[in-house]
């Protein structure tokens, strides 16, 4: 198991199974085409291998979603009531990314957040190194994007269609244009990407 971070954008989205795919930038952009990915043990650091002949222009950084098969215990800001012994009373949970007007309410921070308090848990599916462009419009569809999305951000769409939007460049305008909501404007126009399939599970504590 390990934790993870979700967007507070995201958490909706994974609660009501309509996203079943995450995706974060590297934080290391490398210079060059990815010839191989690299597990490095029990470390879990990736190493992204572009020239063998120059240790330099390779990446190394762990990823946010550790391998397929991981489990990844969610944590959130949250607030909530301590009973005598120390433990968050179930019932007295609130969590700001469904609840965000909740009045009087003091919000801790994610990291705070105890395993037994969390409400979302998701099993890693499959995961990828790729770039951002190269994501196909399923995979996009995956990340939870929607043709409502684009009607939100008075996006005009050619698609007549829920399909045809799912299947054409309309579903690609949305995605960017969340992607970089989300995580601030490329400086470069196809970064790579961790890609990771993930589908929503029971808590198993």
């Known amino acids: 198991m390990k934790p993870f971070y979700p967007l507070p954008q995201e958490i909706p989205l994974l609660l009501e ?5 995450l995706v974060r930038p590297l934080r290391q952009q490398p210079r060059g085409i990815i010839k191989q990915v690299l597990q490095n043990g029990n470390r879990k650091d990736i190493y992204l291998l572009v020239d063998a002949g120059n240790w330099d222009n390779n990446v190394c950084e ?37 609840e965000p007007e909740l009045p009087g309410a003091r919000w801790l921070l994610p990291v705070t957040m105890p395993i037994y308090v969390s409400r979302l848990w998701l099993e890693v599916l499959e995961l990828k190194v ?26 005009a769409t050619d698609e007549g269609s829920v399909e045809a939007f799912n299947c054409g460049d309309g ?8 992607y970089d909501e989300r995580f601030g404007k490329r400086e470069i126009s196809n970064p790579w990407i961790w890609y990771a399939a993930v589908k929503k599970v029971d808590s198993p504590v």
């Open 130 to 155: 790729c770039r951002l462009m190269d994501l196909t419009h399923e995979e996009m569809y995956e990340t939870g994007v929607r043709i409502a999305d684009s009607y939100s951000r008075g996006m």
């Open 17 to 21: 199974e309509v996203q079943r795919a």
């Open 171 to 178: 579903i690609r305008r949305v995605f960017y244009e969340i």
């Open 62 to 98: 762990s990823t946010p979603f550790d391998q397929p098969g991981t489990i990844l215990w969610c944590r959130e800001t949250f607030s909530g009531f301590k009973q005598i012994g120390g433990r968050y009373v179930r019932e007295k949970l609130h969590f700001k990314a469904t």
